[in-house]
T-cell receptor
Framework: GENVEQHPSTLSVQEGDSAVIKCTYS??????FPWYKQELGKGPQLIID?????GEKKDQRIAVTLNKTAKHFSLHITETQPEDSAVYFC???????????FGPGTRLSVLP | DTGVSQNPRHKITKRGQNVTFRCDPI?????LYWYRQTLGQGPEFLTY????????KSRLLSDRFSAERPKGSFSTLEIQRTEQGDSAMYLC????????????FGDGTRLSIL
């Protein structure tokens, strides 16, 4: 089955700097890649997603890139703010989004 | 759009007791998913429904676990004869049934087994 790895497990950046989180997946049939942000005591919240027919997608300070050949995708957050501090999860989906396989998460701390 | 609602938010019970959790999905979503999340890990898929039909179950879903979605709206997840290892956050998500749709999560039910 699908296996998703995520790096780094923790990341600390200064406010205003950029943060990059990288994920790799194993199943070449995966075709949908969402990213979620989870704050303490809350459920995961979708922040951006990308489909396999697209190489890059941007939404304000957040961007995701996908390299299908290498089977990796990355989350880029620019101009980080303290409220970006949370745990971020990548996921990959085969079978048209029925079963998400999540990475282990990255704890991002934005230092003021 | 009121979001996915889960109840209760917290459940503390003794080992061996039965527990039941409820999930109310976003109203127009016909797919509903259950995940389990332990501390420091990503959510792990348990099962999903399309309308009232349970279409897939993970190997994580032992025979002590049962999920229902009787009218294709809300769903319940029951754990019988709870064990220490069942302590986790149980997350519910819902989505539309078309291709490559995002899943929207509730805030979960945290289960603690004494």
């Amino acid at each position: 089955g699908e296996n998703v790895e995520q790096h780094p497990s923790t990341l600390s950046v200064q406010e205003g700097d950029s943060a990059v989180i990288k994920c790799t997946y194993s199943d070449s049939a995966s075709n949908y890649f969402p990213w979620y942000k989870q704050e303490l005591g809350k459920g995961p919240q979708l922040i951006i997603d990308i489909r396999s027919n697209v190489g890059e997608k941007k939404d304000q300070r957040i961007a995701v890139t996908l390299n299908k050949t290498a089977k990796h995708f990355s989350l880029h957050i620019t101009e980080t703010q303290p409220e970006d501090s949370a745990v971020y999860f990548c996921a990959a989906s085969t079978n048209y989004g029925q079963n998400f396989v999540f990475g282990p998460g990255t704890r991002l701390s934005v230092l003021p | 759009d009121t979001g996915v609602s889960q109840n209760p938010r917290h459940k503390i019970t003794k080992r061996g007791q039965n527990v039941t959790f409820r999930c109310d999905p976003i109203s127009e979503h016909n797919r509903l998913y259950w995940y389990r999340q332990t501390l420091g890990q990503g959510p792990e898929f348990l099962t999903y429904f399309q309308n009232e039909a349970q279409l897939e179950k993970s190997r994580l879903l032992s025979d002590r676990f049962s999920a229902e979605r009787p009218k294709g709206s809300f769903s319940t997840l029951e754990i019988q004869r709870t064990e220490q290892g069942d302590s986790a956050m149980y997350l519910c998500a819902s989505s539309l049934a078309t291709v490559n749709q995002p899943q929207h999560f509730g805030d979960g039910t945290r289960l603690s087994i004494l």
